[in-house]
C-alpha cells in the first residue's frame, strides 16, 4: 500500500511539474513574427515630400455663361504642399566619389514621390536621422520609383532581403510595415495578415492607374501612408511593394494590394542602371476570353488571350499574328490573363526570336516573334499626352486600346481620357477619365491623329477657348469649354 501512495504521489508531482513548466513554456513562448520584424523592421524610411504646386479656378460667371470665360479667365495661384509615404532600404553599395560614405537605394511606389523632380525629398532613417533624397527614377506604368541617398559608411544600415513573389501561395501569412497617416508619427507600424489572392490586374486606383498590374491582395492593414512599405513573407523576405486599397472611407476594410516584387525587381534594376525602364513591344491589343468567348473560339479550356487587334508594322504584325488569334504561351511561359500577358511580353529579350504558341482556327501553332524595344509613346502605339504648350492636363487614348476597354464606352467614334491631372484646366473644365472627346472646335474625332491634327491647329492659333463635345463616362452628351495657358 505504502508502495502505491508513493508512486501515486510521484506521478501527481510529476503532472504538476510537467504543467508548470509548460505554462512557464508558453508564457515565454513569442510569436513567429517578432523575429521577423527585428530584423527588417529598421530597413523601413518615411519619406517626405515638399514643394510647391500651381492652381488653377475658375472666376464665378455672369449668368453662370461660358461665353464670359473670354473675359473672366481662370486665375491661378500657387501653393505649398507636404505628401508623406514608406520606402525601405533593398541595396547599398560604396560611393565612388567619397571613400567614407556609401549610398543607399530605396524603392517605393511613383505615386509618394512624382512630385519630386521640383520639390524636396526628405527620408528618415529608423535611428530618425533626417538625410536627403535623390530621385534615381519614376515609372508610373507600374507605380514604382526609386531613390538613393548619400550616408556615412559608419551609418548601420539595415536592408531588406528580396524573396520571390512567384513562389507565393494563397493564405499565405505576411507582414506590413510602414508609416500610416504620417501626420501622427505611427512610424513604421507592423500589421499581419494573409494572402488573399494573387495576380490582382485591370484595377482601377485613379488617374494614376499603372497601366502593369500584378497585385498581390492582402487583409494585412494597409492605410494611407504605407504606400511604398514592405509587405513580408514568413521567411521576412520583401515579396511585395504595399501600393493601393480599396476602400470607402478612405482607410482599410482588409483589401490591400502590393505590387509583387518579381515585376517590382526588374524596373528597380533598371532604373538603377539605365536611368529608364526597358519594356519590349509587341504590338497588339489583348483582350481577355470569356466563358462565352471560350465557346465561340471552341476553347475546351478558359486560358490565354485574345488578340482584339494587330499594329501595323508591328513585331506582331511581322511574325504572322492576326485578329482572333488565341495566345495560350509566350516565351514558353503560359498565360493566364491580360495583366500577366503584358508583364511577360515586357520583359522578354529584345531583339531574338521568341516562340509564340496559339489556337487559329481551333489548331495550335507556334510562331516566331522578334520583340523590339518599346518606346515611350508605343503604348500599342497609342496614347497621346497633350503638348506642353497647351498644357491641359489631360492624357487620352483609342476607344479600342486597353484603357477604352477597361472603361467599357458606348462611343461610336472619338478619343478617351484616361488621366487628368488635378488642378489642370481639364480638370477646372470638369473632365474626368473615362470622357470620350466627340468633337474638337466641332471638328468630328475619330482617332488619335485626327485629335493631334486638331491640337495642331490650336497651338498654332491664337485662340484661349477650345469648345469640346464630349460623352461623359455617365452616358450624357454635352459641350464643354476649356481654357488654355
Known amino acids: 500500500m505504502k508502495s502505491f501512495k508513493l508512486s501515486l504521489f510521484v506521478i501527481i508531482t510529476l503532472f504538476f511539474s510537467y504543467s508548470l513548466m509548460a505554462q512557464s513554456i508558453a508564457s515565454n513562448a513569442k510569436s513567429p513574427f517578432v523575429n521577423i520584424v527585428n530584423q527588417v523592421r529598421e530597413s523601413v524610411v518615411n519619406i517626405k515630400v515638399e514643394g510647391e504646386e500651381k492652381l488653377r479656378y475658375d472666376n464665378r460667371l455672369p449668368f453662370n ?12 495661384e500657387s501653393r505649398k504642399f507636404v505628401s508623406m509615404g514608406s520606402g ?28 519630386g523632380k521640383d520639390a524636396k525629398i526628405t527620408v528618415t532613417l ?62 513604421r507600424t507592423v500589421t499581419v495578415g494573409v494572402v488573399s489572392a494573387l495576380g490582382r490586374s485591370g484595377l482601377y486606383f485613379g488617374n494614376q492607374s499603372p497601366i502593369f498590374q500584378d497585385y498581390i491582395q492582402t487583409d494585412a492593414a494597409i492605410n494611407p501612408g504605407n504606400s511604398g512599405g514592405p509587405l513580408l513573407n514568413i521567411d521576412g523576405k520583401v515579396i511585395g511593394v504595399n501600393a493601393a486599397i480599396t476602400s470607402n472611407s478612405g482607410g482599410n476594410i482588409g ?14 534594376d533598371d532604373l538603377i542602371n539605365k536611368g529608364h525602364v526597358e519594356r519590349a513591344y509587341l504590338g497588339i491589343l489583348p483582350q481577355d476570353i470569356t466563358a462565352e468567348l471560350g465557346k465561340t473560339l471552341n476553347i475546351e479550356k ?40 503584358r508583364i511577360i511580353v515586357a520583359n522578354c529579350p529584345i531583339d531574338k526570336k521568341i516562340p509564340v504558341e496559339i489556337v487559329r482556327d481551333k489548331k495550335r501553332k507556334t510562331v516566331n516573334v522578334v520583340l523590339q524595344t518599346r518606346g515611350d509613346n508605343e503604348q500599342a502605339k497609342t496614347t497621346v499626352e497633350q503638348t506642353k504648350s497647351l498644357n491641359l492636363g489631360m ?17 461610336e467614334h472619338g478619343v478617351l481620357i484616361y488621366q487628368v491631372d488635378r488642378n489642370s484646366a481639364a480638370a477646372t473644365a470638369g473632365l474626368q477619365p473615362g470622357d470620350v472627346i466627340l468633337e474638337i ?33 455617365n452616358n450624357v452628351y454635352q459641350y464643354i469649354t476649356i481654357s488654355i495657358e
Open 126 to 187: 529608423a535611428d530618425l536621422e533626417e538625410l536627403k533624397a535623390e530621385v534615381v527614377g519614376f515609372d508610373a506604368e507600374t507605380d514604382l520609383a526609386v531613390l538613393k541617398v548619400k550616408v556615412n559608411k559608419k551609418t548601420p544600415i539595415v536592408i531588406a532581403p528580396l524573396g520571390n513573389s512567384d513562389e507565393l501561395e494563397i493564405a499565405e501569412w505576411v507582414i506590413a510595415i510602414g508609416n500610416p497617416f504620417g501626420q501622427l508619427g505611427l512610424d
Open 65 to 76: 455663361d461660358d461665353i464670359f470665360k473670354f473675359f473672366f479667365p481662370p486665375q491661378e
Open 441 to 473: 472646335n466641332q471638328e468630328q474625332i475619330n482617332n488619335i491623329d485626327d485629335y493631334r491634327n486638331e491640337l495642331s491647329k490650336i497651338e498654332n492659333s491664337e485662340q484661349q477657348i477650345v469648345l469640346l463635345y464630349v460623352l461623359t463616362r
Open 302 to 341: 478558359i486560358e490565354g488571350v485574345l488578340v482584339a487587334r494587330v499594329e501595323k508594322d508591328s513585331p506582331a504584325e511581322k511574325a504572322g499574328l492576326k485578329n482572333g488569334d488565341v495566345i495560350l504561351k509566350f516565351n514558353n511561359q503560359a498565360i493566364a490573363n491580360v495583366g500577366k500577358f
Open 395 to 411: 492624357k487620352v487614348d483609342e476607344l479600342n486600346s486597353e484603357y477604352g476597354r477597361r472603361f467599357n464606352s458606348k462611343a
Open 88 to 115: 525601405f532600404i533593398f541595396k547599398k553599395e560604396d560611393s565612388k566619389e567619397d571613400k567614407n560614405s556609401s549610398i543607399i537605394f530605396i524603392m517605393t511606389n511613383n505615386h509618394v514621390v512624382n512630385k
Open 255 to 268: 483589401i490591400g494590394f502590393a505590387i509583387s516584387i518579381n515585376l517590382a525587381k526588374k524596373v528597380a
